[in-house]
Each structure stands twice: as C-alpha cells, then as structure tokens.
C-alpha cells in the first residue's frame, strides 16, 4: 500500500474515534434530563440560608408526582413549621397557619420572589420542563471543575416563558450531571449561580445531594440545598396534590 494513502487512512481513522467520542449537545441535555427528571418521589430536605444577617436552617417534606406537581411542607424550625407550597402544572399556592391562616396564589412578578428568604425563587421550585425541551444548546468546549472532566455547554432558551433566558452549564462527562450552572437575563446579566458540592447514584441515575444557590442580585453568601433521603417510585396518595391539603 503506498505509504501516503496508509497514514492518510489512519489519520481518517483516528479522527473518526475522537468525533465518534463526542456527544452532541441535545444528547448531552437528554442525559441530564435522564437523571434529573422525577416521576414520584418523596423527600426529605435542609436548606441552610447564609444571610446577610446571619445563618437559618429550614427542614421540609416534599412529594413530587409525574414531574410536574410538587407538595412541599416545611418542618423545622417552630416559627416556619406548618407553612406549605403545593405546585399543580403551572399553578403555584403558599399556606401559612398562624397568625392569618391563609392561602396565596403565587403568580405574575411574584414568582421572582425569594422562596422563605434563600437563594431559591418561586421560579426555580416551578421548573419542571426538559432542559431538551427549553433550550437549544451549543457545546463550546472542555474543562476541569472539582477535578471532574466536564463539557461546556451554552444553553439558549426556545420560549419566552421560562426563567432564565440562557444558562451556562459544566456537566460531568462520566456521570452526566451539572457540577457548575451560571443563569442569565436576556439582557446579558449574570443572575445566579449553583454548583453541585455531592452527588450519589441511586436507581440507575446519578442524582444530586448537595447543591449551593447564590443569587448574584443579593448580599447574602448562598444557599445550600440538602437531600437527606429520597425515595423514588414512592406511593403518594392523589388527595396530597389538592387545594385541601394546604389547611389538612
């Protein structure tokens, strides 16, 4: 065989294996969305909130059923125990028991508000769609973040109705799973920030236990979210996704 048309083969061949071991963008997103998305489950949390005026940690119960309603009740501490948030699609109610016993809609400008003071808006807790089926995304590179390989990925919304217009994401090319995100308004402004401090395998996806949430707009040092156990494929009864639960 001539010796030119020998290495141009294996140079073809070698190039071969390297774009056949990269992923696209939209499959990348997919697996994400693989471990991510929850059918039922129930859960127990801890949000410790690094304020401005000092650190609060807040316990709560959730329940999450066909990854688009949610039922959360909040345990811990005494003065925030009792209060519930209950997520029907994309309708979204506070209850608060004492001193006024009542029932807010949450909707409109509301949702950008801070969820029991943290680093969380209502937004976020409302996100439920596919990030396949929010953004388009674009793979722009290859980093090391927490001593994990990542791909780079920028993601741009396809709707205006979602909260963040594009996002930036560094997910784990083995376990396929974001470490890092930075969220963005259309205008350019960075306006939030996480990363994923823990995560664990469980029913064969890698799911996160340990994130923190920094609102970039807010002088407070984070928001750490803890999943303390979790429970997939739990047995909900349907009365925990009604109004009626919120005054139970």
Not at 18 to 43: G, K, V
Not at 76 to 98: F, I, N
Not at 166 to 181: A, G, N, P
Request: charged letters at 30%; one cysteine or more; hydrophobic letters at 40%.
């Amino acid at each position: 065989m001539n010796r030119l048309l020998l290495i141009t083969l294996i140079i073809l061949i070698n190039l071969g294996a390297i774009y056949s071991q990269t992923p696209t963008a939209e499959s990348i997103l997919e697996r994400i969305d693989h471990n991510i998305l929850i059918d039922r489950a129930s859960s127990t949390t801890t949000m410790i909130i690094h304020g401005r005026s000092g650190t609060r940690t807040i316990q709560a119960k959730s329940y999450m059923r066909d990854g688009k309603d949610a039922y959360v009740e909040y345990l811990s501490p005494p003065r925030e125990a009792g209060k519930k948030m209950l997520k029907l699609d994309d309708q979204l109610w506070t209850y608060t028991p004492e001193p006024v016993d009542r029932v807010i809609s949450i909707s409109g400008h509301l949702l950008r508000q801070s969820v029991m003071g943290s680093d969380l808006s209502y937004e976020d807790m409302m996100e439920s769609r596919s990030l396949v089926e929010a953004y388009n995304a674009e793979i722009v590179g290859k980093e090391i973040f927490n001593e994990r390989e990542c791909w780079v990925l920028n993601l741009t919304s396809k709707a205006d109705d979602v909260a963040y217009f594009s996002r930036k994401l560094w997910v784990d090319t083995e376990r396929w799973i974001t470490l890092k995100e930075e969220r963005f308004a259309k205008s350019g402004k960075l306006l939030k920030k996480t990363v994923t401090e823990e995560v664990f395998y469980t029913e064969n996806r890698w799911f996160p236990k340990h994130i923190t949430f920094k609102d970039m707009l807010t002088r407070g040092d984070g928001t750490e979210y803890i999943i303390d156990s979790i429970e997939f494929h739990a047995n909900i009864p349907d009365y925990m996704f009604t109004k009626a639960v919120l005054r139970k």
